[in-house]
Nanobody, 123 residues
Framework: QVQLVESGGGLVQAGDSLRLSCAGS????????MGWFREVPGKEREFVAG????????YYASSVTGRFTISREYAKNTVYLQMTSLKPEDTAVYYC????????????????WGQGTQVTVSS
């Protein structure tokens, strides 16, 4: 059974940094592309960042480029989202997702999802 468990969310102030983690189990981690998405009540889930299976390719939403960094640690079956210069508009529930093919920016391409972790940025 595949499980993705996010952690690291919390309440921070604008300008602060936060690192989210997503630990995977029940899957051969290196064969999955990984992504981070976020969701605000009343809005569609939004792509944030993605990383290829071997980690050589990363890509970001324009709203987070230069502030967020996605990375993965194969020994720990974990993908990270380092968030810096946080803004109130970054407030959302953040989800990680795994796809055995190519991943991408569309949520529908991902097969497995975590339960989400709340990030709240106060002004």
């Amino acid at each position: 059974q595949v499980q993705l468990v996010e952690s690291g969310g919390g309440l921070v102030q604008a300008g602060d940094s936060l690192r989210l983690s997503c630990a995977g189990s029940g899957l051969t981690f290196r064969t999955y592309a990984m992504g981070w998405f976020r969701e605000v009540p009343g809005k569609e889930r939004e792509f944030v960042a993605g990383i290829s299976r071997l980690g050589g390719n990363t890509y970001y939403a324009s709203s987070v480029t230069g502030r967020f960094t996605i990375s993965r640690e194969y020994a720990k079956n974990t993908v990270y989202l380092q968030m810096t210069s946080l803004k109130p508009e970054d407030t959302a529930v953040y989800y990680c997702a795994a796809d055995p093919v190519v991943g991408g920016t569309e949520g529908g391409m991902y097969k497995y999802w975590g339960q989400g972790t709340q990030v709240t940025v106060s002004s």
